[in-house]
Structures are given as structure tokens and as C-alpha cells.
């Protein structure tokens, strides 16, 4: 026989803790407890069983995997806090006892934890961060637009502002974005880079101020988490795309207000020795990738760059004296200046210094879409959405000085052929001749018409879009269900049914006319139809052939008789069938189990939901044009 | 003596403004509370102690007190440069010096230095004492009069000592705490006076007193003349005072004049490490605030799976665009429904709007709270791995045989028989497939035809109808009927003359078998065969006494043995034909008994109680086993002709099918009917059997049992028949295949009888 089993000594009751057991297991407080499972990622699990976890008690309370509580308990971040807190005693001490000099030292001393090991340990590769950036995005972007207030420091915001600066620019250079939306809440952005699909929010400008009912203390913890994770996913990207992080930032521009415009990126010199890069056989998509292709792909790509107007790239030249400041040049280039021959310059201005930069380069055209015009931003749109949309898509974007300064040309520039106008269109009476002239050139739109244009990936026509013009609808970029509402759609099952529809409310004034007793309009079709319906219900040949007989009577001729009643058979016929599958469907849920049942029931739940959804919102819209259509035709 | 109180105070006037002069009084110890009271307050005041004090042997008033009460309060409340002005005052008299001062204002006598006119020597001359009432000290009162003695002698007696006549001195008396009270409120200064116990009175406290409370409460030394920060005095060092004398011989060691090496060494790796920059002596030790970055992902990544990211919010949709199709913008009543929800159970966070431009889209004011809820559910809220199923849910729905392959079963109501609006609570078919009979709750026994209903032959009796049930034999044809406390066996009329005769032998025979050993309380009382006609019953067993009528009668397969049930305890009879004997086979039996059953081929016999089915062998006379549907209240049960298998309906809707090969639980348990289950039954040879409930269906399903053991029984439903009307909440109370045929009999609730075909 073996040992007896104790309760609450293995299982449910051993691999889940509640939060107050291990609060107390890791001697912390519970701030500093939250601030630790925010950096680790660690978050409450459901017990299978909550009464098995919490040794009978069914009382609501939050478990944590007992592991999880383990490992941060030899986590350095903790013992960083404990050591801040008999720093914070010291120093309080210290300043109680007007000790300044100890005080100054201390402050010195301060502990500070650093996050790289946790960044590493919650994304073991690159592409678990970028999957994951997300929410650091968002965030980041909100910051970014904050004000600063006694909570939230200055220099964080300015941070925040530097790392959303970084991605737009790296998010341009590489032709990264896919996908703009502009909604009510902000304007939503997606990207690809490195294969996943990256989507940020980012409010509009507006200067938003924080609820009273939000806890600073948790975002600015978030912040702190994601702004190291930033760090080293901008890192990252930048250098394998061959360019100097951070990027230098030119506080002259800053403080004009040049916002993106203000850093420039910078291109790192490559020191990988271009064999290495070549002796290996790379495969992408199952393809065997030979130095003959990278060679045509890198060629391609120094033809498209003198013309890629979108990064402002200083020389290689001016670059190199920086460099050597740089810490992160892992090798110093001493080792192969011969190799840097007048041949190569392609390696050596490092457009395509890994494979991996290969993979991430844009091979669709759309993302080039705006490549061949100028853009004119008028003073009312919002430059930042803009000039990251347009830039991104390759095209040449330029806004007036109250705009902020950095613009590439000014407003009389020959060559703007669209200008994004945001205002009702208003006569201008003393226009001059060349004013007029450049207004007949260009092309004056509404700012959603590049936001269809990318999510249309191919440049729509401007008409629709024109200035001062109602707009057509904005439609999400991102798609919803399958079996969801499509506004683009025509209706073409619903007008069938609204045929049928009316067809039913003619025979409903019928009968009623019947019922009246004014039998003068249309009086064949009524008797026909009734015919026809008898001959579909018919079943054996005698009561077809009193149908035939009403029919006639009716006067319908035999032939479209024949036709109609044929047709309706197979209505009839449809209906039926369905109707029969449908019953015998019915009884075989009995032999279901309860646990199939029960899941049948709540898929058919949200189906049937759906479904409402939908046709509620195809009702409206028919209403919609009813009533639209009634109003052209009464005006 | 007054020259010695005048003394005294000069003194104590000299150490006050020692300490008092550099800074004013300290605001702790207020001395100048009352500075605005008058003197002859304070008079009244003091000649109110000394009254108080000294009841009544010494009622005047002492003036010399009084004045230098006066005197004390004027010295506390002095200002800083009338101290000043004593303390020069006091300088002088502290020298004492020979010269004279002209100063004779002072109280007491200042002495005259005059050469002697004898002598020619300098002499002091003192002013000659006036004999008036000042000067003699004699007329003072001495409040003390019982002597210096230890005064807690008499702290429990009445009297504090003895005078010097050896007369009790009574304690004077002393107000209550009231009073005290009063005298604190009253007299400013209360709080600066003692009791003293040797003159039995409250005595004012002296300045120097006072002021070594307060030093005392200042944590000071007490002694105001003790001087902290005296210099000082080198006793042992300098120069001539040195220590002639070692305290020990040992030789000095080298160690104090040799510098040491190592230090040197640990100091020198210091510098050298400055010199290179290894060390940054004044760098703050906190790293730079900015985080350096480096390649973090260049080397290998663990092997350890990389935690579950977070799930990804929702993507917007069509509704959250600032310039939405129209018929995305909600009504005003989804409007209102919508603001009246709680936000946490709104479907949407927002209300789509609709703008005509960019430029008019305001902030999004719930931004902020929206980012903080997301960052809430990362970090607080518990995430399940929850597997999406993207299967069709139609794809769930068993796979089975289309009905339409397993035919024949019944499909139609081929024929009704109303019972004039009784319920008809039983039926029962003829073995030979061709007769129905059907009881009900008038108490009309109907005999009909099932092929075209015609009634052959009504019985009424005067009650309601419990139970009728076929003889399965052959050979005869009778039936029983269970009305009251009575089982009546009737036969149909017109039956062909041998079987007539056996039924006749059968029910009444003419030689009755002896009567059995122990008497039974059933009575068989049989019309002679002679005499029998179909109109009345030809047998009839008066069974115990007992409200309602037996509810169930089941005929054992061969013939001769009939099962009853009644309500209450040792309901149930077994009735054997042969041997006109009745029997009770339970003494007792847990629960009250729902049904009985007999087995089709085994001496087994099943006895559903209102929760359980027992499964006894009868031969053994023991229990085998107890079977356990779960079902809260058994209200049918049928067994499978071939006797392994067992259904049982409740009527908490379920229908449990046992394999009695297998287990006690149920194989499967089916919910298909809306309301309770009145009846069960299996077909005794195509593989169908039905059910009937209280909602008025009738299910039809098909059973195939396989003779291999391992395969699981088929259960195939096949059709609903509707056509009883639900009355009362009552609906189908029997079903009963018709033998030999897939034809199905039902009562209902509603007076009908229908006969279902295929």
C-alpha cells in the first residue's frame, strides 16, 4: 500500500499560490509586488478547479503559478528594489539629520536596476520582441504627445517622443507600412517588419490629460519596461539595416519643430567581410539564394536609392568620422580597407550588408506607391500622420512654415502635383495668374484619399476625393469576420428578398382588395398566381390538371404555365428538402452528449448573433437607400 | 534677620540674571504670567493663604510676608535692564568694598566707614536700629510649631505633632478638590507654590526653586552655577608634565615607525588603476541614466520555449472609422440602450460618429482609460489557453443512419378511438397482434380492433381504471383488469370454442387446486365456467384494502404468474394461476415501489423503487443488483427482449438505457423529451422501441442490440409522432407496440386512443 495522499499536499493545491501567499512569500510589498509581475510578464492563471487551488475555499481570489513566484524570488530586480528601500531609509535618514554630504553620496549610490536580462528572458529571439511591441507602440506614442506634470517627468516624455521619432524613421526607411486607418480613436498604423504584422495606435494631436481614476504609477512602469525593450529592438533594427542607433539628433531642427525631420539616419559602415556573407548558402522560401541573386537584389536596390527621396542620407564620407565615436561598431574596419574597392561600393555603403535586411526589404511595389508625386500638406491637416504616411510610400511630402520648420520646398514648388487640403472649398476672387495656373496643376484632395490610397494599394481616382467633396465611407483596412457585414457589398441576396418582399405586399393589397370588393385592376395575374401556387403544391397528376384548368381559365397561356409551375415545383421541392435534413438533424442532437451539446449550443449562439448583426445592418442600409431614394425622387 | 532674608536674596537675585540676562526668560517657564495684576491682589491673595493656612490662631495679617511676596514677583517680572541695574546693585554689594556709597536707599542698613575720633582709624558704623515693629523679629510668626520633626508620623492622624505646651496641633484644614480647584483658577501663581508639609500650608516656590524645575524639565544640569565649557586644566601633557614612567618595558615595535608595505602596495594598485582610467574616483557610481543598448539577440537564444505572448487586442472595424457607412451609426434608441448599459457590459467601448472631415475629429477623450484598461487585463487579468475550435458546428451533430433505411417503424396515426374525454391511463395489446383493450379513468374498459377500431365489447365499472394487461399465452385469451382493491380477468367475446374452454379452465377450473399451506390475505373468488359470461369477470382476486387502485400489472412471459403493485408498503402481489395462490415475495423493501418487471427469459424479477431499479433473482431469493439511472423519479421501465438491456424513464425527462452486462450506471442517458416521461416500451420483435411524455410526443426510436459484446447497442431516433393534445399538463400515458407488427397503440390525457402506423 502505498504512502496515503494528504489533501492539500500535491496537485491543484501545491501549483497555484494566491497573490496575498506570495506577497508574503517574497517579502516585498505589494507595489513593488505588481511592479516585479509587470516587468517578468507574470500574470494570474484560472485554476481548473478554484476550490482545488484554494483548499476548499471558493472565496474570488487571483492564483499565480507557484513556479512563477519562485523564480522571482531569486530575481535581481527584487533584491534591486530591497536595496532601494534601505537606500530610501538611508537617505531619508540622512536628510532627516541634515547630513548633506552623505546625503549627496548616497544619492550617488542609488540603486538602479537594469532590464536587459528580463528583455532577453521574455523574448529569447528578435522575433518574439518585434511580435510583441504592440503595446509598448501604443504607449510610447501616447507619452509622446503628453504633458509633462510633477508624475511624469520631462525627459521621459522627451524619451518617449526620441524612440516613436526612431520607428517612424526606421518604418519609412525600410517602406515598413502596410496599412493606415483613421478612426475615432486615433489613427491605427499597421506595419510588417520581419514578417509580423505590427499595429499601433496614435492619437490625434490633442493635448490629452491623465483621468484621476487611471494609476500613473502602472503605466509609468509599463514605460519603463517598454522603453528598454524599444531600445533594443530599434537596435537591433537599425543595425541590421545597416544604420547608426540612435540616430543623431539635430537639436537645431528640434527645436523648430521639425519633429521626424529633426534626426537623420546615419549609415554604419559594414565590417562583415563580404565572403562570409556569400560562402554561405542562405535559403529563403525553400529557394537556394546564390551571390548571383544578392548581387542582381543589391543592385536593383543602389539603382533605386539616388532616387529614394524619403531618407535624407548623409555620405558615407561624413558618416565615417562619427562612427568612430560609435561604441557598438563591434569591429573596427582597419581589417579590410583594401577589400573597399571602387567596384563594391555596394558592401561598403552597406545597403544590403545582411540577408536578413533581404527579407525585410519591401517586394511589393505598393509600398513605393507615392514614389512618383509631391505632396503639398495644407496648414490644416495634421503633418505628423501625413508626412509618416506619404514618406512612407516613397513619396516627397512638403508643408508651410507654421507646420514646422524642415520642409524639403516651399509651396511654389513646380513639381507638388497633389496638395492635401482639409478645408471647404471657397472662391477666390483675387487669385493672380500664376496662383491660378498652379491651382489648375495640382491636384487638391482630402486627406482620406491617401489612407485609401494605401489601403487600396494602388492610387484611386482623385474626383471622388476632391476638395470640399462628401466623402465616401472609410472602411477598416483590417477586415472583420468572415461571415460579417460587408458594407461594400450591393445587397444582391437582400434585393432579391426585397423583391420578394414587395411581391408579398402586392398580394397583401390584393387580398385586401378582394376583401373590398374592387376588383378592377389586374384582375388575371391574382387567379394566375393562385394557380400556379395550387400546381406547385400539386402533388399527383389529377389536381396538376385542375390547376392546368384554373390556369386556363385564368387565361395564362399554356406555355408560361408549364414554366411557372415547374419553377415553382422546385421551389417547393428546395424548401422541402431542407425542411426534412433540418427535422432529422433535430433528432440526431438527442444522441449528442451533454458537453457536445452544450458547446453546439453556444457556437450556434454566436452564429445566430452574428447573423442578427448582419441583417440588421443590411435593414438599415436598405432603409437608407429607400429613403435616399425617395428624397431624389421627391426633390 | 531681615538683613539675612535681604541677603539671601541679593544672592538669588545674582544667579537669576547670571543666567537669565543674555536671553529672556524662556518661553517655556512663563515667569511674567499676571504682569498686570496688582500688588494688592497678590496682598489679598497671600493674606488669604496664611488665613487658609493657619485656621485660627494667628488671624492677622503679616505684612513683612506680604511685602516680600511682593518683592519676589516684582524680581521674577523684572524687565532685562532693571536686572541689569541689580546686578550692579549687586556687584557692589558682593565687593562689600571700604569706600563708601552714598547709597542708603537699600532696606537694609548700610554700614558708614568714619575715622574714629579716638583712634584716627577707620571704623564702620551702622545706623542704629529703630525699635519699631519692624525690627524685632520676635513678633513673626512661626507658622512651624510642633518641631522639626519627620512629619509622615503623622500623615493618618487628625493632629500633626504636639506645640511646645504638649498640646495637639490639629492639621489645619485644607480645602477639597474644589477648592483647590477654585484657588488654581483664581490664583495665577498657584502653580508656582508647594505644599509644605512641616508648616502645613502651601509656600510659594523661591525663583532659584523654580528655576531648577525648569532646569530639570530642560534636561540642564540643575545646578545653575555648574559651568559646562570650563577650560581645560592640562594635568598631564605639555610642557614639565610629562610621564616619566613607561607602563610597560616591552621594546617599541616596528610597526610604529616603519611605514607599512602592504598598504602601500593596496594604495599603489589604486593609483595605478586611477592613472589608467580603471578607476573614475569621482564617477557616480549609479550607471548613466540613458540605457546603453546592444546586441542582446546575437548570441543563442535558450532552449527554453519563449513565454505565451499576450493576446493581441482587437482590430478596429468598420465602425470605428471616423467617416463610417451611414448604417453603421447607431439609432437613437441603440443610443440610449447603449448609454444605459454599465460599461463593462457594453459590446462596444464607443459610439460610432460619423465626421465630414478630418480636421472635425476631436480628441478620443476615453484614450488614456482605454490604454490603461489594456494594461490592466496584461498584467491582472487571468489568461486561460483556451483552444479555438474552427470546426462547423453542424459537424458535432452525430452521424447516423437515415431514418428513412431503417424502416419500417410507425409514421402516421392510422386510426383514433376517443374514450369520451376520460384520460386513458392504460392499454394493452393482444398477444395476437389484433385486439387493443383500454382503460380509463371512468371506469370503461373498451374492447377494439386494431386493424379498424371497431369496439367489440365495453365493460363500466365504478371506479377508475388502474391497470389492464393481456395474458401473453397463446393457448387462452383473457385479460386483467385492476380497479380498486380487486384484479378482475375478463375474455373477449366471440372466441373459438377450444380456447374459450381453456380460458374457462384456466380462470375457474372445476376441481380448485388445494388451498396452500399458509392462507394468504387474497381472496380468488371465480364464477363457475358454466356460468361465466364475457360480461362479467370470470376471476376476481380481492387483494388487501388500499386507496387507489393497483397502478400495474405485469404478466410473467409464460403466463401463469401475474405481478401487482399498489400503492403504500408490501405493495406488491404475485399471483400465480395454476395455484390460485397469492403471495407477498418482499416482507420489506426501501422505498416506496414504482413498478415491477419480470425478466423475458431468467427467474429474474426488477422492482424500481422512486430512484433505484433492484434486479432480484427469484429463484435464489436474492438481490443481484441495484441499478443506478440518477434519475429523480422513476416513472417507467421496459426490458429488451432479449434481457440484457433495460430503459427507464423518469419523469425529470431523462431516459437512461442500462447495459445489465455492464454496469449499474446507465450506457446512455437521453434528453429529449420537454416534460416528464410517462411510458416506455420495447418492441417484443422488430428492433424500435418509443417513448411518450407529458408533452404530448411520442418518440420512436430504433434499437439494435448486437449479440457481440463488444459492440455498443445502435440508438437511432426516428421520428416524433405528434397528435395528442396536452390537457391538464397531461399528455401520453402508454404506448404498447402491437405484437408482429410495427404498429404502436397510445392513450392520452386528452380521451384518444391512437393506433400508429408505418
Redesign the interface.
Known sequence: MGRLKQKGKAGAAKAYVTRTAAVKKLQCSLADF?RL??LK??????PRSRKKANKGSSAPT??YYAKDIAYLAHEPVLRKLREHKTFAKRLSRALGRGEWSSAKSLE?????Y?L?HI??E?????V??V??I??AL??IF?FASLPSDSKVSP?LIENCARLAAEWQLYVMHTHALRKV??????V?YQAEVFDQTV?WLV??Q???T??T???VR??LT?LELY??LL??V???LY?DAGLV?PPPLDTKKDEGAAGVGAFSLQEAKDTRPPVTTTSKVVEIDGKRISSKDVRQTIKSITASNPDDPDVQMTSVEAAQANDDDE??V?DTTEENPDEDTPSAPAFTTATLPTLKTLSTLPQSTSSKLFAPYTFWLSR???RPIFEFIVRAFGGRIGWPATSGSGSPFDETDESITHVII??PAVQKPNETEAERERRRRRKYV???WVVDCVNAGKILLEDLYAQGK??P????P???RAD?YN?TAGLIGGEEDEEMDEEEVVEGEGEDDEVEGSEDEEPVARPAKAALKAAAAAEDAAALRAAELAAEAAGVDFGTFEKETKKAQKKARKADAPKEDEA??D??????SNK?RK??ER??YG?KKRTVERQQ??Q??RS?EKEKKRRAKSS | MAAADVKRHSKKRKAAPEEEAPAPPPAAFPQDVGLEMGSEDEGEDGGDVSDDGVVDHFPEIDTRSDTEDEDYTEDGEDEPDESEEDEEEDEEDGESSEETSDDDLGIFPKAKTVISDITGQPKRVYPDIEPDYDSDSSTEDTPNRVGDIPMHWYDDLPHVGYDINGKKVLRPARGDELDKFLKTVEDPEAWTSAFDKNLQMDKPLSPEELDIIRRLQQGENPDASYDPYEPTVEWFTGKGKEEIMPLSAAPEPKRRWIPSKWEKQKVMKIVRAIRQGRILPNK????S?Q???????NDE??S?P??L??P??R????A?????????LPTQEEREKWEATEPEDRERD?L??K?????L????D???????N???D???????HRVK?QID??S?????P??SSLKPFPVYKSLQVAHEGRRVRTVSVSPDGGWVVTGDEGGVVRLWEVMVGKEIKRWTFKSKIGAVEWCPRTDVSFFAVAIEDRIHFLFPPNLPAAILAATQHALSPANLPPPPAVPSPVKWVSVPAAQSSTDAPILSLHLPSSPEPPKQLVWHRKGDYLASVSEGQAGVWMHQISRRHSQAPFKKIKGAVQLVLFHPSKPHFFVATQRYVRMYNLAEQKLLKTLMPGIRWISCMDVHPSGDHLIVGGYDRKLCWFDLELSDKPYKI???HSRALRSVHFHPTYPLFASSSDDGSIQVFHARVYNDLMTNPL??????LRGHEVKEGLGVFAVRWVPRQPWLVSAGADGQVSVWCS
Open positions: 505588481r509581475c509587470i510578464g507574470i500574470y494570474p492563471r484560472e487571483n492564483f550617488e549610490n542609488k540603486p538602479v537594469r536587459d528583455i532577453k521574455r523574448y529569447p529571439t528578435f518574439d520582441a511580435r510583441d504592440d503595446d501604443c504607449m501616447l525627459t486607418f483613421l478612426s475615432i480613436k486615433g491605427y499595429t492619437p490625434y490633442f493635448t490629452q491623465i483621468p481614476d487611471v494609476d502602472v503605466m509599463f522603453q528598454t531600445g533594443f530599434f537596435f537591433k543595425t542607433y561604441e557598438f563591434e490644416e491637416t495634421s482639409d478645408r482630402q486627406p482620406q462628401t466623402l465611407p472609410h472602411l477598416s483590417f477586415g472583420e460579417a458594407p432529422e438533424q433528432m440526431n442532437k438527442m444522441m449528442m457536445q458547446l453546439y457556437m450556434k452564429e445592418l443590411e438599415k442600409k437608407l | 557616480p557610481k549609479t550607471a541614466t540605457p546603453q543598448f546592444y546586441p542582446i539577440w537564444p535558450s527554453a519563449a513565454p505572448p499576450a493581441k487586442p482590430l478596429p472595424g468598420h470605428e472609422s471616423y467617416n463610417p457607412p451611414e448604417e453603421y464607443f460610432p460618429q465626421y465630414a472631415a478630418l480636421r475629429v476631436p480628441a478620443y476615453q484614450f488614456i482609460k482605454e490604454r490603461f489594456r494594461q490592466l496584461l498584467y491582472l487579468a487571468p489568461r486561460v475550435l458546428p453542424e458535432l451533430i452525430p452521424k447516423l437515415s431514418p437521453l434528453r429529449y440508438i437511432v431516433p426516428l421520428k416524433i
